[in-house]
């Protein structure tokens, strides 16, 4: 007896693990492309932070940013009592307070 005969390929057609596998690999994959269709930017073609999803992507407290909006440092929007910040003045503000500190930095 060799080697060989020992050996048992593991494919979908000769095992029921494979194919359990395989097809929570396809759940999987649909369930991720159903998240990804259904993440559309909220308004106007344009994503909005609420002041608790910008305090955990910019790693501040709330009252930094009110702060901050309260200084005219971050832009924002008051829809009704809600504070919203569009994503694209965030990273544009950001950037630009990179650039300030690139050419304070190299002056």
């Not at 992507?57 to 005219?72: A, I, P, T, W």
């Not at 809600?82 to 965030?90: G, K």
């Amino acid at each position: 007896m060799t080697d060989n005969d020992n050996i048992r390929l593991l494919t979908p057609e000769n095992d029921t693990r494979v194919r359990a596998f395989f097809s929570s690999l396809e759940d999987l994959s649909k369930r991720v492309e159903k998240i990804r269709d259904s993440n559309k930017p909220s308004l106007d073609g344009e994503r909005y932070y609420t002041d608790k999803e910008l305090a955990v992507k910019l790693k501040v407290s709330r009252r930094s940013l009110q702060d901050y909006r309260n200084n005219g440092i971050l832009p924002y929007t008051q829809i009704g009592g809600r504070i919203l910040y569009r994503a694209s003045d965030i990273e544009r503000t950001l950037m630009d307070g990179y650039r300030e500190a690139y050419k304070l930095k190299n002056t």
